[in-house]
């Protein structure tokens, strides 16, 4: 059986597709959605931009892979203080009165002295690599909470790149079917500036131009479809067909 390597991204097709229709690059959408992991934002039930959908996927992950709830091996060794850790940021999650930024600030004393002093059976590194060129950074929020739950980040990462899908996104909007996919929204927000240079203007090529006007026309031209399956199906394999042409090299 190949051994499966933990420190290396396999990155679903349809997320780079979803990339190279929006023109953001994939290291930047995946080291935000890390950055918005947080352990504190998965104790509090109020929303917060970014760090719910990012927490929530985490969560819905671990809560629908196959095995189900895993005990934790990273943090007998520290189960005082992780103990401790988990009651004080609960409590500060439910604390209502301050600030929610102010409290997840304050969580974070906390949550170091989780990663601190746990086995990092699941994160021996700070980091992963989507090619031996590109690598996204591990802060300590998602390191605790992969050893909290026996994941690795490969797990939650490549999670949350199988739930972007832009064609089936599309083709719902188009007949009016909701698309409860906290993931996507996220992808979404990341597209329309969270977190990043709002400053860079975004620039579109002839070839792209075309596509944007051509999907304009096939949005209309399905109208007739009332499949999702079919419809997402037509789209995919369109946006797939761009994408290829703009990555040829």
Known sequence: MKRINHNVL????????ACTIYKVSEQEVLQIFIDHSSLFDS????????????TRTIAQY????PGGLKRSKSLLKCKDTAITSIAGIFRLAKKKRSKLTVRRRQSQPLMNAI???????????DFLYLDENTQVNLNKDICVLCELHSCYPKEYLEYFMSR???AEAHARSAMKKPNKNFT?????????GLRRDSSQLLHLDEHEVDFYERMAELRLELYN??????RTAILREFYLSHHQSMNLN
């Open 43 to 54: 104790l509090c039930e109020e929303y917060s931009e970014g760090f719910s959908e990012a």
């Open 10 to 17: 396999t990155i679903p097709m349809e997320f780079k597709v």
């Open 62 to 65: 671990v809560q629908s892979r």
């Open 225 to 230: 479809i009332r499949d999702l399956e079919e």
């Open 184 to 192: 996507f929204d996220l992808f979404m927000l990341i597209v329309n």
């Open 115 to 125: 990663f601190e002093t746990m086995q990092r059976l699941h994160t021996p590194t």
């Open 164 to 166: 972007i899908s832009v």
